[in-house]
């Protein structure tokens, strides 16, 4: 596509359920990244992909955080249980190459846990 | 572990007054540094890369700087639309690069 595509744009969930985030990456953009922004921060890495293998998953915070991607193309970041603090702006980015090359980053989704 | 450290945290200009953003860094190994900019409920926006000290790259009135342990972001002659949080990142390997917290750049007409 044109650009980086995340969907939902908002969500407002209840303490204790399940979400799952989408990211459309650039078609032909090997690499895929999640981060989170949470209000006036700055952005926190959460894991990377290289086609579909994730080699650095190292920014999930707990386990209750996962993500997968398939196909070289469409990424879901699932939370389970959320929590209070797991509200954030999920932002996802694309780029060609995971080295030396910008990312290009979605409109993120806005996660809200009440 | 990489860090990033930008200041101001935030500045004001008055359009047409010029001035500079500072990103300072600690990596091993710097692949690549970049400067994005974000308005408020988007996605930050990919401006330049820079890869080696002395390394220069403008766009309209932006122009970013790279030294061995910094990087400017000059604004000349800045407008109101040039008002944004610009971000700096660095790389020091393949995937994740580590953002600073950004300076919020207000321009006043």
């Known amino acids: 596509g044109a650009g980086v595509s995340q969907s939902p744009s908002n969500k407002v969930t209840e303490k204790g359920k399940d979400v799952e985030l989408r990211c459309d990456p650039i078609s032909g953009h090997t690499a895929l990244y999640w981060y989170r922004q949470s209000l006036g921060q700055g952005l926190e890495f959460l894991i990377y992909?290289?086609?579909?293998?994730?080699?650095?998953k190292s920014g999930l915070p707990s386990d209750r955080f996962s993500a997968e991607r398939t196909g070289g193309s469409v990424s879901t970041l699932t939370i389970q249980r959320t929590q209070q603090e797991d509200s954030a702006v999920y932002l996802c980015?694309?780029?060609?190459?995971?080295?030396?090359?910008?990312?290009?980053f979605g409109s993120g989704t806005r996660l809200t846990v009440v | 572990e990489d860090q990033v450290t930008q200041s101001p945290e935030a500045l004001r200009l008055q359009e047409g007054e010029s001035s500079s953003l500072n990103c300072s860094y600690t990596?091993?190994?710097?692949?690549?540094l970049f400067w994005y900019r974000q308005d408020p409920g988007k996605g930050p926006e990919f401006l330049f890369t820079?890869?080696?000290a002395g390394e220069e790259k403008e766009k309209e009135r932006l122009k970013a700087t790279l030294t061995k342990k910094e990087s400017f972001l000059h604004i000349t002659a800045p407008k109101p639309e040039d008002s944004a949080t610009y971000l700096c990142a660095v790389q020091a390997g393949a995937g994740k690069s580590t953002f600073g917290d950004g300076t919020t750049l207000t321009v006043k007409p």
């Open positions: 820079l890869y080696s």
């Open positions: 980015a694309s780029s060609p190459e995971p080295l030396n090359y910008g990312y290009t």
């Open positions: 992909f290289q086609g579909n293998s994730a080699p650095d």
């Open positions: 990596v091993s190994g710097l692949r690549g």
